[in-house]
């Protein structure tokens, strides 16, 4: 056998044909490396769909670079048994083939990278780690970005993006946002009328495909007992469908997005949302031809600039800044619990069997398709979870095993940061705490709930609205040095003494599971 020259290593989320790491590839001396690994679906208890979409894309991709004709050392599930992780499974394949270095496109994942530097450094190999041409930004810049700032907020951030990168920007020296406004939240929180959503746009289906259909099978057997369901599995797992999936949320979904993005509706998972995040975190799209597809059509007078404005933000703000977060601030981050929360998450996370309409709801979909939108993720999910105190930890794995577009160097700083407060405020100016009566004017559900989100005692008191109010006794000290929190703080000194017990025991019979 010739000598190896480069192993090319590709992750599970790093299936780009035109990726930074086949840059200079040589068909005559140089292979590439893909491992499916138990671990990878073990280390958090990971959901059948995510785990079909992980392996379906990567049996596709793998395809896909066997047709351009480099050499592909591809190991499969099936083929796992001796070597159950990612680690593992590398050292063997280093130890078969003797390459001369390893190369491969920065990882999203610190454990990942931490490990394959172990391996690199074992085998006396040079690791060669290409930066993500996926993204706007380098993970340097943000760290320039963010030098010597007291406080990071992603607004700033945001702006100079969309400055350094022309993105919606208008005025003689391109500097000025379009519209004369940097954001459109104001126009962009509407929730549906009394009637509900109408007829929206049917989701986007690709029915599975034999290679597809294989995983499924293959995850039913080899991951029984894992949470969610196959039935539906209709996700994009290749670049071609990843492209007809942009297409269609630009044409059928972008113009009023902006509009109802905050908006829920029992039974309607899909609603007016991108469904994107999978395709993008997998790279089989890419961030600039997405955002520039929002843009054109912005530009052709086929969406409105709120909803163009609020999708780009998503792409170039969010997306970009949790990244510097996470590559900039692990491996402490990821064990930060600023607000001492020790619950255990509640066992019906894992199954939808709740009585709170809302949340049965939004686990029950989670469940089923593994995608929940943003809203449900936040003010849902995530919110009952922070009000509740489960360890921020808990709710990182549960959220980064049951969505499919799940990768940690987004899902940990939105869960630990953004939703959990877990950071102290690094992420986000306050933590996002609110009654039942929130989730009541953004949806219907309080309608058909058993609970009623006016009431924070009793037995019908919504556990969203006893939970608040617990938060704000707990956390008075610490928050009502908050700017932002203040007002809120200051309502629990309405609250007499009796008042405030009722409360903290109400909150403790939830606490116990007597309340679900």
């Not at 790491?21 to 491992?35: E, L, R, S």
Request: aromatic fraction near 10%.
């Amino acid at each position: 056998m010739a000598e190896l020259r480069h192993l090319v290593i590709v992750l599970g989320d790093q299936l780009d044909l035109d990726a930074a790491a086949f840059d200079g590839f040589d068909a005559a001396h140089d292979a590439v490396w893909m491992a499916e690994v138990a671990e990878e679906s073990t280390h958090v208890w990971s959901s059948k769909p995510r785990t079909v979409m992980f392996l379906a894309a990567m049996r596709h991709f793998a395809q896909a670079l066997r047709a351009t004709g480099r050499a592909l050392h591809y190991t499969r599930l099936e083929d796992d048994a001796r070597h159950g992780n990612l680690q593992a499974q590398l050292h063997a394949d280093i130890e078969r083939l003797r390459p001369s270095g390893l190369v491969m496109t920065a990882p999203g994942d610190w454990r990942v990278l931490q490990a394959i530097k172990g391996v690199a450094q074992a085998h006396g190999l040079a690791l060669d780690i290409r930066e993500d041409r996926h993204f706007y930004g380098s993970v340097r810049e943000f760290a320039a970005h963010a030098r010597g700032r007291k406080s990071l907020r992603m607004e700033y951030f945001y702006r100079e993006m969309r400055k350094r990168h022309g993105v919606l920007m208008q005025g003689a020296a391109g500097d000025q946002p379009e519209g004369g406004q940097w954001n459109f939240d104001a126009d962009n929180r509407e929730a549906f009328g009394a009637s509900g959503p109408g007829a929206v746009p049917p989701r986007v289906v690709f029915e599975p495909d034999a290679i597809t259909r294989e995983v499924i099978l293959l995850v039913e057997a080899r991951f029984a007992a894992h949470p969610g369901h196959l039935d539906g599995f209709a996700w994009p797992v290749t670049r071609e469908q990843a492209l007809v999936a942009l297409e269609r949320f630009i044409t059928e979904r972008l113009p009023l997005f902006g509009r109802y993005q905050d908006a829920i509706w029992p039974g309607e998972p899909w609603l007016y949302h991108a469904h994107l995040a999978a395709a993008l975190n997998l790279k089989l799209l890419r961030a600039r031809e997405v955002v520039d597809a929002a843009v054109a059509a912005y530009r052709a007078g086929a969406a409105p600039l709120p909803s163009v404005e609020g999708f780009v933000r998503q792409i170039i703000g969010w997306r970009e800044y949790v990244r510097g977060i996470y590559w900039t601030r692990m491996p402490v981050y990821a064990e930060l619990n600023a607000l001492d929360a020790h619950e255990d998450l509640p066992a019906w996370y894992w199954t939808g069997a709740t009585e709170m309409a809302c949340l049965r709801d939004a686990i029950t979909q989670t469940l089923q398709h593994g995608y929940a939108h943003h809203i449900q993720r936040l003010m849902v999910t995530g919110l009952f979870a922070l009000m509740y105190g489960v360890q921020p930890q808990q709710v990182h794995a549960w959220y980064l095993a049951v969505y499919v577009d799940a990768v940690e160097w987004v899902e940990l700083p939105n869960t630990l940061g953004m939703s959990q407060y877990a950071d102290g405020g690094l992420m986000a100016s306050k933590p996002y705490v609110a009654t039942g009566k929130y989730i009541q004017r953004m949806s219907p559900h309080c309608q058909g709930c058993r609970y009623d989100p006016a009431q924070r005692t009793g037995e019908q008191a919504c556990p969203f609205t006893t939970l608040y109010w617990d938060f704000l006794m707990r956390h008075e000290t610490a928050l009502a040095s908050n700017p932002r929190m203040a007002l809120q703080v200051k309502n629990v000194a309405r609250l007499d003494d009796a008042q405030k017990q009722a409360i903290r025991d109400r909150a403790a019979t939830i606490r116990r599971g007597e309340v679900a």
